[in-house]
C-alpha cells in the first residue's frame, strides 16, 4: 500500500446466475464475460485480506482483491441459509424453537436472537432474527426445520451453491460458526455473487435493509426486538447486506447499495478491525460511483 491506496486489478465481467426470485428495480447485468479492461491505481485503501466490489447493474468488476481465495467467511453464511429458506418455506409457516436450538447458540459461544424454547414463531420473523442479530439460534431452527435435519440442510445450501455457480464455496452449517471436522470456505467474489441473486427477492431484501424489527407478543411467542448489526445502513441508498466474525476468518461484511440506477454488491473477509470494515465499505461505494 502507497500514501493509503492499493494498485488493484480491475476487470469487467457480466455475471450468470441461474435461478432467481423478484426482480429489483435496478436493471440486472446481461449473461456475458468481458475482459480486463483496465487498472485502479485510485481505489480507496482496503486493509482486509479480500474484498470484490461489482456493478451489478452493468455488470463490471469495480475492484478485486485476492477475490478468489478461499477463506472462512463467518457469518456471511447466513445470507445462503436466509436464500434456502426463502425457497423452501411460507412466509406464514411457523417453526417451534426447541431447546436444542437455543442450546446450540449458547453452548458455542454464538451470537443468538434470545429465542425461547416452545415459541412458535413465523418463519418471516425469524429471517429478521437470523440476519440482524445474527441468530445462530435461528439458523439452526430453520436449516432443522426445513432440511428437514441439520445434514439435510446443508446440502440443500452446498446443491444451491453448485447451481448459482460458485465454485470455491463449501458449506458444513447455516451459521458459519467453526467446526471440529473442518469449517467452511467461500471467497469474496463468490459471496457477492450470491448477495446479488439474494437481493432480487423482495423479502431478503426488506430484511438486510432494516435496522429494527418487533414482533408482538402472542398466544405463541414472547416479544422480540432485533437490532441490526450492520453500520452500513446509514449509508445512501443501503440494502445491508450482512456482518459475520470468527476468530479465523476476521471481520466480515457483505454490503450493497443502490446509487445513480446502479446497484454495488461488495464483499470484505478478513478485516481485522471491525468498524474499518465499515468505513472501507462506505469509502468504496463513494469511489465507485466516481471511478
Not at 465481467?13 to 440486472?28: I, K
Not at 441439520?150 to 452449517?173: E, P
Not at 427477492?201 to 438486510?208: E, G, I, Y
Not at 481485522?272 to 465507485?288: G, I, Q, Y
Request: net charge positive; charged share 20%; glycine share 8%.
Amino acid at each position: 500500500m502507497h500514501n493509503g491506496k492499493v494498485r488493484l486489478t480491475v476487470c469487467a465481467a457480466l455475471l450468470t446466475f441461474a435461478g432467481g426470485l423478484a426482480t429489483p428495480a435496478v436493471a440486472q447485468a446481461t449473461p456475458t464475460r468481458i475482459p480486463v479492461t483496465e487498472t485502479a491505481y485510485n481505489a480507496p485503501a482496503v486493509y482486509g485480506r479480500a474484498a470484490y466490489l461489482i456493478d451489478a447493474t452493468t455488470g463490471k468488476v469495480q475492484l478485486s482483491k485476492q477475490a478468489s481465495k478461499r477463506m472462512p467467511v463467518a457469518s456471511l453464511t447466513k445470507v445462503m441459509t436466509a436464500f434456502v429458506v426463502l425457497k423452501e418455506a411460507k412466509l406464514t409457516d411457523t417453526v417451534t424453537i426447541t431447546s436444542a436450538d437455543v442450546e446450540h447458540a449458547d453452548d458455542n459461544g454464538a451470537t443468538s436472537a434470545d429465542l425461547r424454547p416452545g415459541d412458535k414463531v413465523a418463519v418471516k420473523d425469524l429471517l429478521y432474527g437470523l440476519m440482524l442479530p445474527s441468530g445462530a439460534d435461528a439458523a439452526h431452527a430453520l436449516a432443522r426445520t426445513y432440511g428437514p435435519g441439520l445434514d439435510g440442510f446443508v446440502a440443500k445450501m452446498n446443491a444451491t451453491a453448485h447451481r448459482l455457480g460458485l465454485k470455491d464455496t463449501r458449506y458444513v452449517n447455516a451459521d458459519g460458526l467453526p467446526m471440529s471436522g473442518g469449517d467452511g470456505y467461500s471467497t469474496a467474489r463468490d459471496q457477492a455473487r450470491l448477495a446479488e441473486v439474494a437481493l432480487r427477492d423482495a423479502t431478503f431484501t426488506a430484511v438486510t435493509s432494516s435496522r429494527r424489527h418487533h414482533v408482538p407478543s402472542t398466544a405463541d411467542h414472547r416479544s422480540y426486538t432485533w437490532i441490526n448489526t450492520n453500520k452500513m445502513l446509514d449509508t445512501p441508498g443501503a440494502l445491508g447486506v450482512k456482518t459475520g466474525f470468527t476468530q479465523a476468518a476476521g471481520f466480515c461484511l457483505t454490503f450493497a447499495a443502490d446509487r445513480d440506477g446502479h446497484r454495488l454488491v461488495g464483499v470484505i473477509l478478513g478485516e481485522s478491525v471491525s468498524n474499518r470494515r465499515f468505513e472501507t465499505a462506505a469509502n468504496l461505494l463513494d469511489w465507485a460511483r466516481t471511478a
